[in-house]
């Protein structure tokens, strides 16, 4: 078999090393959760959770990290993974979403080997819901209404 020969085999048998960039949609103070699962087929792996567009290596501005079977770090209370990460669910929950929290974040599986990690995008974007003024802004005076009485012909 010739060299160039084993590595299509190689590329062909080889997890795909990056998924497509997936929207989350929220508001404020609401609980969001980031998908971001893998096949556990060939064991499970290390993994990180960083803020921004996923990077050559590892995670830029790591907020969760992994070993495989256990979280390792995690920046706030506010990150968790409550999906079975035994079981290859590694997606990121965060709870009391803010204002700041809006933006890319980065799902990175690391599987030893050049090229081999898996990555994925997710963009979280917030609705901002403007609210209905209140009755007593419709009426700056804050008297009743009453009706106009008309005269009776």
Do not use: H
């Amino acid at each position: 078999m010739t060299l160039l020969s084993l590595w299509m085999t190689v590329l062909l048998l080889s997890p795909p090393a990056f998924m497509l960039a997936d929207n989350v949609t929220g508001s404020v103070d609401e609980t969001l959760t980031l998908p971001c699962t893998y096949s556990v087929s060939l064991g499970t792996y290390s993994m990180c959770w960083g803020r921004g567009t996923c990077t050559l290596l590892g995670c830029s501005n790591v907020i969760l990290q992994t070993d495989g079977s256990r979280v390792t770090k995690r920046t706030s209370d506010r990150y968790e993974l409550l999906g079975n990460i035994s079981q290859g669910d590694v997606s990121l929950t965060i709870t009391g979403v803010t204002e700041e929290d809006e933006g890319t974040y980065c799902c990175r599986v690391e599987i030893s080997g050049l090229g081999n990690d898996l990555k994925k995008e997710i963009n979280v974007m917030l609705e901002y819901i403007e609210e209905c003024p209140e009755d007593s802004d419709l009426n700056p005076t804050n008297e009743e209404s009453s009706p106009t009485d008309t005269p009776s012909i």
